[in-house]
């Protein structure tokens, strides 16, 4: 046998043993970088599944928020509980904005694909909706003042104390619209529009946003609806601007001017530190009754009226799903 054909013999059965020269470089099967079982389930081509995304959302915010409230209601600040009412706003405000932030990290996706651009933050955007969310009251309640069943009566309050507790609900009243409009319209919009589309979400959130008004003590269903309905025109808002500071900005305006400007009950509340000793006359389909003006009837004629008011006067569509790879949603990134 020839020298050099041994030792290349001897070198192909020393490579590696029990293994041909040609196996040893076999191309890996394809089942060996599929994604794994479990990202497979958790993951889609747009990165978190959107019903996991809305599951793990609910999970975490509902025990921040029964700890914040917790925590917030067993201090008492204040003689008549108002800073006390402060404090846990902003804690169920920290509680619903956490969880979209882990899972903005988890999603990848940047703060302002949530509906709260911090670039926006008390802009133009949330100005106009001020704007807006005090006119609507103001004709609201500018109708059934016409009609006599609403009387706006003296003052409650003088000098010094009206600035102090104007100042103190306009605090309060943006921290409820943050809260509010985020929980209902923020992460929550996103989500299920990458499911089931934008407006059979509105739907739904607009549907729920209305019946958590439910432990407002003096709420009854009229007062419901009119939540709903609202809360579906903050959609629209959301839709044909691309932010929620619109209706942030709305939301605060309408119910400082409910609460202390026009001093009437609030989804069937009356707070103290009112402007006014006002007061409602008549049926209470028309009045509102106990649950204030948002009971009335004419409440839904004035979400209409503003309905078709801001449909005509904002009229592009700037809100939108991002869109992401597959290898971005599987982590596979360059």
């Given at each position: ?21 040609s ?48 925590w ?9 509980g ?10 169920v405000?920290?509680?619903v ?84 409009d985020?929980l ?80 009437v ?25 106990v ?44």
């Amino acid at each position: 046998m020839d020298e050099r054909t041994n030792s290349s013999s001897e070198e192909q059965e020393g490579s590696n043993p029990g293994e041909s020269p040609s196996s040893a470089q076999a191309p890996t099967p394809d089942f060996a970088v599929q994604p794994s079982y479990v990202r497979t389930v958790f993951l889609g081509p747009k990165g978190l599944r959107a019903g996991w995304g809305f599951a793990f959302y609910v999970a975490m915010f509902y025990p921040l928020q029964f700890v914040a409230s917790r925590w917030a209601g067993s201090l008492e600040l204040g003689a008549n509980g108002l800073w006390s009412m402060m404090l846990e706003e902003f804690a169920v405000l920290v509680a619903v904005v956490v969880p979209a932030l882990v899972l903005g990290r988890v999603e990848r996706r940047k703060w302002g694909t949530y509906g709260l651009p911090v670039r926006q933050a008390f802009g133009k955007l949330f100005w106009v909706g001020a704007v807006w969310g005090f006119a609507s009251i103001t004709l609201l309640l500018g109708v059934m003042y016409g009609l006599r069943v609403f009387e706006v009566g003296s003052l409650a309050m003088h000098g010094a104390r009206i600035v102090k507790f104007a100042a103190f609900w306009a605090g309060y009243f943006l921290l409820v619209g943050l809260f509010e409009d985020f929980l209902f319209r923020g992460y929550s919009q996103f989500t299920l529009t990458r499911a089931i589309g934008f407006w059979p979400a509105a739907v739904v959130l607009s549907c729920a946003f209305g019946l958590v008004h439910l432990s407002n003590g003096g709420e009854q269903w009229p007062g419901l609806l009119a939540a709903a309905a609202i809360g579906f025109f903050f959609c629209l808002t959301l839709r044909r601007t691309g932010s929620l500071w619109f209706a942030v900005g709305f939301h605060m305006a309408w119910d400082w001017g409910e609460t202390f400007f026009y001093s009437v009950p609030d989804s069937g509340t009356i707070f103290p530190g009112h402007l006014l000793k006002s007061s409602f006359h008549g049926p209470g389909w028309l009045s509102g009754g106990v649950v204030g003006p948002e009971g009335s009837v004419l409440c839904f004629v004035v979400i209409g009226v503003v309905w078709v008011a801001f449909a005509r006067t904002y009229r592009e569509v700037k809100y939108g799903v991002e869109k992401s790879s597959p290898q971005r949603a599987l982590g596979i990134t360059g």
